[in-house]
């Protein structure tokens, strides 16, 4: 029988022909790992791509109607929750006055927005004109069919001319028709206002210079020729001398055009 050979055998590799190791090529190495490198890379990219939810910024709607403001949400994947109404005396019924989440904010696509919508001024209806300018409240009351009451209050912090409180509240019942406003005033006033309504442009602005105050007059539509329509400040208010008094002066029935700028005094 013949005798086997138990001793240890080389390996493979370095049983292979010397020429054969020297035929691979020495980049091969390299175009493996780069190949890693790529498949790693569209394994991250593809990620990215189809993940759920990526984040995306908020836009500024505020400003914009109803309509605009969700179609920009709906151009970057976001949604409205819900719409809220406030009363606004300086901003266009439909028109968006606040946003939740806020402009510029990152947010999962597919996110919920709450919207604040300015109500405007309904006709009946006793508007908010709290802090309001008391020129800016005067037209709001007016702008929804009431008079206006003015009763002012002397302040130090700097808050002259505009509105303290009202009465009655928004949306309550209004007694009478009127709506009383209490306006900040300065605590030393020298001159209270004098009231031109009715009178005639030369004679208002007599009365106004005598009572040292100063006196800009505007064309309006009307129908008795050169009388005062409405002033402001109003008739009653303390205000400091030299203080320009505004007067609305009617341009009478008989005219046709309506000049453009002031009045001469």
Sequence with gaps: MDDIDTS???????????????????WLPLLVVLA??????????????FQNDPEVEVPEVVGLDQRAARQRLRDVGLRIERIEEASSVRVSAGIVTAQTPSAGSLVPRGTEL???????????????????????????IEAAGFEVVIKEQPVEDGKEGSVLSQSPAEGEAAPGGEVTITVAVGLTPDIRTPAVVGTLQPAAV??????????????????????????????????????????QVSLGADSPNLPTGGIGP
């Design 206 to 247: 007599s009365i106004l210079h005598d009572a040292g105050l100063a006196a800009r007059s505007y064309w309006v539509r009307g129908s008795t020729s050169r009388e005062i329509v409405h002033q402001y400040p109003p008739a009653g208010m303390l205000v400091a001398p030299g203080t320009v008094v505004e007067l």
């Design 114 to 140: 709450m919207l604040v919508v300015a109500r405007g001024i309904e006709e009946g209806k006793v508007p908010d004109v709290q802090h309001l300018d008391v020129e800016e409240a005067i037209q709001a």
């Design 36 to 49: 890693l490198v790529v498949t790693v890379g569209l394994v991250v990219w593809f990620s990215g791509v």
């Design 8 to 26: 240890p055998t080389e390996s493979v590799g370095r049983n292979l022909p010397e020429g054969d190791r020297r035929d691979r090529p020495p």
